[in-house]
């Protein structure tokens, strides 16, 4: 977050930094100055006009109230607000007119797997009316955070061309840990469970949930049928989807190559992958063709950056977005 504002030249005034009271007083540089980190529990938030937080949902759900309450605009990037009715859940490309009403003062960001597709779902919904989504995402392991990023790499650094060449040619175990962050081997792997499962009954993941239920508010599709499974794979940055889409009426791929190609915030591209995509802003899109399982339907693959627009990009968006609603 910090880089970006400073890449998309943010206008800023006055910037503080706040985190726990472990990391109070510790300083960071910014654009030439040095400013001192507050501690968050005890911090007095006034004068802040936008806030950008990124801390987890618990410790979210007793700070944004208090920025709000002290006169900021709170842009959330945690799970916790966004499927508050009360708060706009906030694509800038897809519908920034949410940010018209904000009633407790926060807005929220949405999941970054979800973020990935709403630039390129959205226009062609409002061209054939969406209905169905039938999804298997690919999560780069960085979606589960710092720790995440480190299993992987102590994995893969702990294997070598042998363990590769018995895993290929012998099928036996591959002989790593199974680690702590996810629930098999990451590295030289593929685990169909990304995320916990939720404690409903319907056997789904947090991730899953969060798909579907994020893209119907953002969408403003209240009936949207989402199918989903969500999908660790082992790579660092870069999260992709395979998207087969039913809709209410015909949608030639040419048609909606024609639609995509002038669609903010998206890229069409022959092959989108998570290394094409690492460092870039927009959603790259391709392999677009018929579906003939589905009504209406079209099969497509994205791919965008999870850390950028999946978070801190689409943050200071939606901060640009409030700056021009003023």
């Not at 030249?9 to 503080?16: A, L, M, Q, S, Y």
């Not at 709170?74 to 800038?92: F, G, K």
């Not at 409002?126 to 690919?138: D, F, H, K, N, W």
């Not at 030289?188 to 993941?205: C, F, K, M, R, Y």
């Amino acid at each position: 977050m910090r880089a970006i504002l400073l890449e998309r030249n943010f206008p800023v005034d006055e910037i503080r930094f706040f985190a726990s009271s472990r990391s109070a007083g510790s300083t960071i540089e910014w654009n030439g100055r040095v400013i001192e980190v507050e501690d968050a529990a005890t911090a007095d938030f006034s004068g802040i006009d936008i806030a950008l937080a990124s801390s987890g949902a618990t410790s979210s759900r007793v700070l944004s109230p208090r920025l709000a309450d002290a006169g900021a605009i709170v842009i959330d990037n945690s799970s916790a607000w966004r499927m508050d009715p009360d708060v706009p859940l906030v694509v800038p490309e897809v519908n920034a007119h949410a940010l018209i009403t904000i009633a407790k003062g926060i807005v929220a960001n949405p999941n970054c797997t979800t973020m990935t597709a709403m630039p390129v779902l959205k226009p062609l919904h409002v061209a054939a009316g969406l209905t169905t989504m039938i999804v298997s995402t690919y999560q780069a392991v960085s979606g589960a955070g710092r720790d995440g990023v480190d299993e992987l790499a102590r994995q893969l650094e702990k294997s070598g061309p042998d363990d590769v060449r018995v895993l290929a040619f012998d099928g036996a175990a591959f002989p790593l840990d199974e680690g702590v962050i996810f629930p098999a081997t990451i590295a030289h792997n593929v685990i169909p469970l990304a995320g916990a499962v939720v404690d409903d009954g319907s056997l789904e993941t947090g991730e899953e949930k969060k798909l579907r239920d994020e893209s119907r508010k953002i969408l403003e599709i209240a009936d949207l049928h989402v199918s989903a499974t969500c999908v660790r794979v082992p790579v660092f940055t870069g999260h992709s989807l395979s998207l087969t889409l039913s809709f209410q009426r015909p949608l030639s791929p040419e048609e909606a190559t024609e639609i995509l190609s002038n669609a903010p915030g998206v890229v069409l591209h022959d092959l989108p992958t998570p290394r094409l995509v690492t460092g870039k802003d927009p959603t790259y899109v391709g392999r677009i063709r018929r579906a003939e399982t589905l009504t209406n339907g079209l099969s497509l693959f994205v791919s965008g950056d999870n850390l950028r627009k999946g978070a801190a990009l689409n943050a200071v968006q939606i901060a640009e977005a409030l700056l021009e609603l003023r």
